[in-house]
């Protein structure tokens, strides 16, 4: 298979496990799994690590000693980008959307603590100023006479795809290792589209009657189904398949970003401490709150069907719950 063709680091603790939430799925009245890829172990853990292990495995082999990345303050991209760079003896660039913190919480804490170089872009300006910001990056370190390598937002490009193919993978050996059939829907948070892309690429090899939903977490200038469908085609074009994706075949859901990425939402928060209190799972206010929220908001539309077998994969991100503490607890009563 070209999947095992391509060059691969190990960094995570795989299989991650498939726990069954009994109590939400039956509030729900659904079958409700959860893919545990918080569990991948490597830098804090979370789903970018599948991706890194083609990332990295292409980055060594260029002889690379400094690589460049971004995200938002709360990045579990960025924070295992960083682990990452220094298991292999390179040096980690970080330029992070929003301003520079009087506090380092979270997995801000986590980049000072793997010793990553933090540049802080403007929110606003963010968009327009990343690439040049990256590039520029690269450049001094091309000066220094350095090896740069950039990694694009998330990790979101074909080879950082092959992380969530292989994971297809990895759950359709543990499905049929069960004996259960595969599930009705498989969700995730969307962020930068990588996941989502190698999902549907996967799927289309392993699970064809599964249905891939995406969760946004975040808005977008180019629709999320047109920049995952493009990275699913380069993803299955890397892998020598034939078939290829429209955007109507990438679903979405864009309602529950709350006011904006980073921000936390009355629904996501809502989802953070039901899911605690019903399963004992903890999910963040950045990516898995706002997914669990949209799960229930689906369900609870008619968009999943009652009785439907879901499986959520969980993306990581434990650490970004203590920056936000306090609206986390506004419904403490002593």
Not at 55 to 69: F, N, P, R, Y
Not at 223 to 232: G, H, L, N, Q, T
Not at 247 to 257: G, L, S, T
Request: charged letters at 20%; one cysteine or more; hydrophobic letters at 40%.
């Amino acid at each position: 298979m070209k999947l095992d063709e391509l060059p691969r680091l190990s960094l995570g603790f795989l299989p991650t496990p498939v726990e069954d939430l009994k109590t939400l799925g039956a509030e729900l009245g659904i079958s409700l799994s959860v893919k545990r890829d918080d569990f991948t172990g490597f830098g804090g853990g979370g789903n970018k690590v599948r991706k890194l292990e083609f990332l990295m495995a292409d980055a060594v082999a260029q002889g690379v000693s400094t690589v460049i990345t971004t995200g938002g303050h709360q990045s579990n991209h960025a924070r295992m980008t960083a682990a990452a760079a220094r298991k292999f003896g390179m040096k980690p660039v970080l330029v992070l959307r929003g301003n520079k913190p009087d506090n380092w919480q979270g997995n801000l804490l986590l980049d000072h603590i793997l010793g990553a170089e933090v540049d802080f872009l403007d929110p606003d300006a963010y968009f327009e100023q990343i690439n040049p910001r990256m590039q520029a990056h690269a450049d001094a370190a091309e000066a220094r006479g350095e090896k740069a390598y950039i990694i694009p937002l998330g990790g979101a490009s074909a080879l950082g795809a092959m992380g969530y193919v292989n994971a297809i993978r990895e759950l359709a050996e543990q499905y049929e290792a069960q004996g259960r059939k595969a599930p009705d829907y498989i969700c995730a948070p969307v962020g930068s589209g990588g996941t989502l892309a190698g999902m549907t690429v996967g799927c289309s090899m392993w699970w064809p009657n599964t249905q891939v939903l995406g969760i946004a977490v975040t808005g977008t200038a180019v629709p999320f189904s047109e920049r995952i469908s493009v990275m699913a085609n380069d993803a299955a074009e890397l892998l020598g398949l034939d078939q290829r994706f429209a955007p109507e075949d990438i679903r979405i859901e864009n309602d529950y970003v709350g006011p904006g990425y980073s921000i936390p939402s009355d629904e996501g928060n809502a989802a953070i401490l039901r899911a605690g209190r019903t399963e004992g799972v903890l999910l963040d206010p950045v990516y898995t709150g706002k997914a669990m929220a949209g799960i229930i908001g689906t369900v609870q539309a008619g968009g999943i069907e009652k009785g439907s077998d879901v499986l959520f994969v969980h993306c990581g991100g434990t650490p970004a719950l203590f920056p936000f503490s306090e609206q986390l607890t506004a419904d403490l009563t002593y």
